[in-house]
């Protein structure tokens, strides 16, 4: 049976999470994983604390392919080298910005002046610094970002025949 990892960064992640999961996976050694739940509100890993319960946790089942995305994926020469294929969906700056603030504002209760002076002190230096880099790691860099029906629909193609060994 041919196994497929296939990965593409966004903005939510299953992280470093798991390189033995991923490992034993390729290796033929299949077996369930669970992966923590994040909190859109706080963008950190929700856990059990004295003052809030738990939020449940995400249950992956064996699969011939596993989609891995996040960030900072391709920053982590490890991950990478369990990798089959690489894809990187590039969004424009604007884009990436504006999302960013209509959800800070939205979900987090955040001023437009926090969103903006944190996106120009931190956000942006770090993307350009690690994540922007990292492209160089992936095997197809689809522009436009979910706006590109070509690229989608090749990307579909692929992940079709690595499922279904056609």
Request: net charge positive; proline share 5%; with cysteine.
């Amino acid at each position: 049976m041919r196994s497929a990892t296939i990965a593409s960064p966004s903005s939510t992640t299953i992280g470093t999470t798991r390189i033995g999961t991923i490992s034993g996976s390729k290796s033929g050694r299949r077996s369930t994983t669970t992966i923590p739940t994040r909190s859109r509100r706080t963008s950190s890993s929700v856990t059990s604390t004295s003052c809030a319960p738990a939020a449940p946790s995400k249950t992956i089942e064996p699969r011939r392919a596993l989609i891995v995305e996040g960030i900072l994926i391709y920053t982590d020469a490890a991950l990478r080298k369990l990798m089959d294929v690489k894809v990187y969906v590039d969004t424009d700056d604007d884009t990436r910005f504006i999302r960013r603030l209509r959800r800070d504002i939205s979900e987090r209760g955040r001023t437009v002046e926090s969103v903006i002076e944190q996106y120009m002190s931190t956000v942006k230096p770090m993307h350009l610094e690690f994540v922007e880099p990292s492209k160089r790691y992936a095997d197809i860099i689809v522009p436009l970002g979910g706006h590109n029906l070509v690229a989608i629909d090749m990307l579909l193609t692929l992940i079709r025949s690595l499922t279904t060994g056609t």
